[in-house]
């Protein structure tokens, strides 16, 4: 644990939100884990008990460590206001993310950091519904959260220079490597360059050029990419990207940022990934792939 920061509150209880929580957990900060779907909790419990006893059976954790964790561990339906730093993981809507931060804002103490999980949206979009735009800062973790190593800290134009140094030393105390922005642009930098990826992939096949395993397995063995562009988008939601391409395309109105025919189909028809069992791939229920669905 490092500097001011000991109750972290995560809100929003999917993979993203709850796994942030326990790396919270683990690094030594009391965490509340809070989401008005008591179902989503024990949903999220459940499967973290999963997940760190996997990694005491696996010795990459201690068992002492382990349950320390859990001992600094909660559950919430509604936030607490007693925060030292507020990091949210709800649905990725601006409007959703805006009316929160305002709640927030309203109910937290004026030393609370508000940091968002979001990648699609800039700090001052969120900040701006709030009184403490200087204490707001982009936290962006990566999927999975409990074993991806970067952390994109973004200011906004408004963040102070002491928040954003805070940000800084709490990533890093979590075990992280923190990449600063120091100027917003949606998608920062990993998404980015992922985007472009993601973005060449579809044209490809959708031009007919090549099929999505041949797409991927040319990333996978040529490009040295641990999973190819087709498989990344089922493991982190179908859905996510093609909502974040629509938030691009409201700020921009560039054709180039809508989401691709493909990508817009599949979101329709509600074929979102891993998590729905059908994306680019087929899944079981273990979330294991049995072949191509496109």
């Known amino acids: 644990m490092t500097g001011r920061i000991d109750h972290v509150v995560v809100i929003g209880a999917g993979a993203m939100g709850s796994q942030i929580a326990m790396v919270c957990a683990l690094a030594g900060h009391r965490v509340t884990l809070t989401d008005a779907d008591p179902a989503a909790l024990e ?159 579809l044209a490809l096949y959708e031009g007919g050029y090549a099929d999505i395993e041949a797409i991927d397995t040319a990333a996978r063995t040529a490009l040295g990419y641990p999973m190819g562009p087709f498989e990344l988008m089922d493991l982190t939601g179908i859905d996510i990207g093609y909502l974040t391409k629509k938030a691009r395309f409201a700020e921009t109105g560039d054709p180039a940022d809508q989401p691709s025919d493909t990508v817009a189909a599949l979101v329709a028809d509600g074929h979102l990934g891993r998590k729905s069992g059908r994306g680019f791939y087929l899944y079981d229920q273990a979330g294991q792939r049995l072949g191509k669905a496109l």
């Open 43 to 201: 949903r999220a419990t459940a499967q973290l008990r999963q997940r760190t006893d996997a990694m005491v059976a696996k010795g990459r954790r201690s068992a002492q460590e382990v349950d320390a964790a859990w001992n600094r561990w909660a559950t919430a339906a509604v936030p607490p206001a007693d925060a030292d730093l507020v990091i949210e993981a709800i649905v990725e809507k601006l409007d959703a993310k805006r009316a929160l931060f305002a709640e927030l804002d309203a109910r937290c103490g004026p030393d609370t950091v508000f940091a968002s999980n979001s990648s699609s949206f800039v700090p001052s979009s969120m900040a701006s519904a709030t009184g403490r735009a200087d204490r707001f800062v982009n936290l962006h973790f990566f999927n999975p959260a409990l074993v991806m190593t970067c952390v994109e800290v973004v200011r906004g134009p408004d963040t102070a220079d002491d928040v954003a140094a805070e940000a800084v030393e709490f990533v890093t105390g979590l075990g992280k490597v923190p990449v600063v922005l120091e100027r917003e642009i949606p998608g920062f930098v990993a998404n980015r360059l992922l985007g472009a990826v993601r973005d060449e992939a």
